[in-house]
């Protein structure tokens, strides 16, 4: 498929321009608003409450400077939960909301205000749509879960609003870098913070020794204290390794970085190796893959360098699954021990053999969220899964994607990042800066992790793991549009 975009004109109208010339009463009166509502507050939430409001602070100071504004915001969206229990006032929704701050200064005080849309773009809003039209059977069949299941549906939108402001952000190869920068430091400041927290175990709970430190790490004192970040350690490890497999693509083309790269991908290891996420380790390993895949391919590669590769890597994989993986998760201990895989693994396999067969009833999908409630909800009262405790969720995004919106919306959501994955490879491939080539295959190595985490874990809903999957997934049209225009 040719690359081909289009634009969204937008004008200003009489609305916006009254904003534009009462905006600074507009903003008094929200500070006066903030301060009345900081004072009445119990003082347990005033701490988060002055933080939100040091962020309005900054985001009106920077409100004639969009770009930094999207900086800021791009910092922030991994970053944790302000107020974890409410889900519609944390951080990350308050800083996608500062787009709205930004995009409506753009609209006043541009006459011709264009928003490009690529086709994988197109993909995207489609799934968002489709899924949209998925909250009815909630809202028909259980209406006291209706409101989760639309705030889960506004957190996927809003998390997607990230690649359509990357397209309309990054407008040279300085911005990119600026957006790419901010982005590694975000995931270092996470990572660093994980480290912190596992030195924190080791004094708190006497735990010095590596492998005991890797059990407590699923121990319900050490999952409250991760949960302050994401709530479960796999989607913070993932996350973590996906932008690190950014770094190690990024590096494997535009090797002059190579020291200050080491520097970081030392620190992203450490918090991967300290979280012990099956997933995540895994996810660690899929650059590893694909430069094994690419020297493979490329000419004279003698056999038994390949052979030796190919032996190095196997060895390295296992050795890092059977030692660095808590017993209880380990599938090669179990296996050998118990001649089968471990209660974990075993529960999922059981769970996607049922809910493969609810699939094969009914493929056009049963609800938005609707898995969640399915006992409520009763969408397939012909089939029983073996396993089925109120709280249990499909442990795959492919799984929970065809349970939401069905065979439509697994093929939008599927092709869209599948056709962002092969343009992110041509762009590597098709000559240019090497900064734009490095830029690309890193955003290839990332995404590539990406599809390998979905399987095991759904986190296409959660912002702080999907704020830079969206981001990134803009990046391969964006830089191949800058190298077109020489920018």
């Given at each position: 498929?040719?690359?081909?975009?289009?634009?969204?004109?937008?004008?200003?109208?009489?609305?916006?321009?009254?904003?534009?010339?009462?905006?600074?009463?507009?903003?008094?009166?929200?500070?006066?608003?903030?301060?009345?509502?900081?004072?009445?507050?119990?003082?347990?939430?005033?701490?988060?409450?002055?933080?939100?409001?040091?962020?309005?602070?900054?985001?009106?100071?920077?409100?004639?400077?969009?770009?930094?504004?999207?900086?800021?915001?791009?910092?922030?969206?991994?970053?944790?939960?302000?107020?974890?229990?409410a889900m519609l006032?944390?951080?990350?929704?308050?800083?996608?909301?500062?787009?709205?701050?930004?995009?409506?200064?753009?609209?006043?005080?541009?006459?011709?205000?264009?928003?490009?849309?690529?086709?994988?773009?197109?993909?995207?809003?489609?799934?968002?749509?489709?899924?949209?039209?998925?909250?009815?059977?909630?809202?028909?069949?259980?209406?006291?879960?209706?409101?989760?299941?639309?705030?889960?549906?506004?957190?996927?939108?809003?998390?997607?609003?990230?690649?359509?402001?990357?397209?309309?952000?990054?407008?040279?190869?300085?911005?990119?870098?600026?957006?790419?920068?901010?982005?590694?430091?975000?995931?270092?400041?996470?990572?660093?913070?994980?480290?912190?927290?596992?030195?924190?175990?080791?004094?708190?709970?006497?735990?010095?020794?590596?492998?005991?430190?890797?059990?407590?790490?699923?121990?319900?004192?050490?999952?409250?204290?991760?949960?302050?970040?994401?709530?479960?350690?796999?989607?913070?490890?993932?996350?973590?390794?996906?932008?690190?497999?950014?770094?190690?693509?990024?590096v494997f083309v535009?090797?002059?970085?190579?020291?200050?790269?080491?520097?970081?991908?030392?620190?992203?290891?450490?918090?991967?190796?300290?979280?012990?996420?099956?997933?995540?380790?895994?996810?660690?390993?899929?650059?590893?893959?694909?430069?094994?895949?690419?020297?493979?391919?490329?000419?004279?590669?003698?056999?038994?360098?390949?052979?030796?590769?190919?032996?190095?890597?196997?060895?390295?994989?296992?050795?890092?699954?059977?030692?660095?993986?808590?017993?209880?998760?380990?599938?090669?201990?179990?296996?050998?021990?118990?001649?089968?895989?471990?209660?974990?693994?075993?529960?999922?396999?059981?769970?996607?053999?049922?809910?493969?067969?609810?699939?094969?009833?009914?493929?056009?999908?049963?609800?938005?969220f609707a898995f969640?409630?399915?006992?409520?909800?009763?969408?397939?009262?012909?089939?029983?899964?073996?396993?089925?405790?109120?709280?249990?969720?499909?442990?795959?995004?492919?799984?929970?994607?065809?349970?939401?919106?069905?065979?439509?919306?697994?093929?939008?959501?599927?092709?869209?990042?599948?056709?962002?994955?092969?343009?992110?490879?041509?762009?590597?491939?098709?000559?240019?800066?090497?900064?734009?080539?490095?830029?690309?295959?890193?955003?290839?190595?990332?995404?590539?992790?990406?599809?390998?985490?979905?399987?095991?874990?759904?986190?296409?809903?959660?912002?702080?793991?999907?704020?830079?999957?969206?981001?990134?997934?803009?990046?391969?049209?964006?830089?191949?549009?800058?190298?077109?225009?020489?920018?």
């Open positions: 498929m040719s690359h081909k975009s289009a634009f969204i004109r937008l004008r200003p109208g009489p609305a916006l321009d009254f904003y534009e010339r009462n905006r600074e009463a507009f903003m008094l009166a929200a500070f006066i608003l903030a301060g009345a509502l900081l004072g009445v507050m119990p003082a347990g939430r005033r701490i988060f409450a002055a933080g939100w409001l040091l962020l309005l602070c900054l985001s009106v100071f920077l409100v004639n400077r969009p770009f930094y504004l999207f900086l800021l915001t791009l910092f922030l969206v991994p970053m944790p939960d302000l107020i974890p229990a006032t944390n951080v990350n929704i308050f800083v996608t909301l500062l787009f709205v701050l930004v995009l409506s200064r753009e609209l006043v005080t541009r006459t011709d205000l264009r928003i490009k849309i690529t086709e994988p773009g197109v993909l995207f809003i489609l799934f968002a749509i489709v899924c949209g039209f998925y909250l009815y059977p909630v809202y028909t069949g259980a209406p006291a879960y209706f409101r989760a299941s639309m705030t889960n549906w506004v957190l996927l939108v809003m998390g997607m609003t990230m690649y359509f402001f990357g397209l309309y952000f990054i407008g040279d190869g300085r911005r990119l870098n600026q957006a790419l920068a901010v982005m590694l430091a975000a995931a270092l400041a996470i990572s660093l913070f994980n480290v912190l927290i596992y030195v924190y175990f080791m004094k708190t709970f006497g735990v010095y020794s590596l492998y005991k430190l890797r059990e407590l790490t699923y121990s319900l004192p050490a999952m409250r204290y991760i949960g302050m970040l994401y709530g479960n350690p796999n989607v913070v490890g993932g996350f973590i390794a996906y932008v690190a497999s950014f770094l190690a693509g990024y535009n090797r002059k970085l190579w020291k200050p790269a080491a520097a970081l991908g030392a620190v992203y290891l450490a918090a991967i190796v300290l979280i012990a996420s099956r997933s995540a380790l895994l996810g660690a390993f899929v650059p590893i893959l694909i430069f094994f895949v690419l020297h493979l391919k490329a000419r004279r590669t003698l056999r038994w360098v390949v052979v030796t590769h190919l032996f190095l890597f196997a060895a390295a994989l296992i050795f890092t699954l059977y030692f660095l993986v808590p017993v209880e998760y380990n599938v090669i201990k179990y296996t050998f021990a118990e001649g089968g895989p471990d209660p974990s693994t075993m529960q999922r396999l059981v769970l996607w053999k049922g809910i493969a067969k609810w699939l094969a009833e009914n493929p056009w999908g049963f609800g938005y969640k409630f399915r006992d409520v909800l009763h969408f397939s009262p012909n089939l029983e899964l073996e396993i089925s405790p109120p709280d249990m969720t499909p442990h795959s995004a492919y799984f929970d994607v065809m349970l939401d919106s069905g065979i439509p919306g697994f093929l939008l959501f599927a092709a869209g990042f599948f056709l962002v994955i092969r343009k992110a490879f041509a762009v590597y491939r098709g000559g240019g800066d090497v900064r734009y080539r490095a830029a690309a295959f890193g955003v290839f190595c990332a995404l590539c992790t990406v599809s390998l985490l979905f399987v095991t874990n759904m986190q296409q809903r959660v912002v702080t793991f999907m704020g830079y999957v969206w981001f990134m997934a803009c990046l391969p049209h964006k830089i191949d549009d800058l190298i077109k225009s020489g920018k």
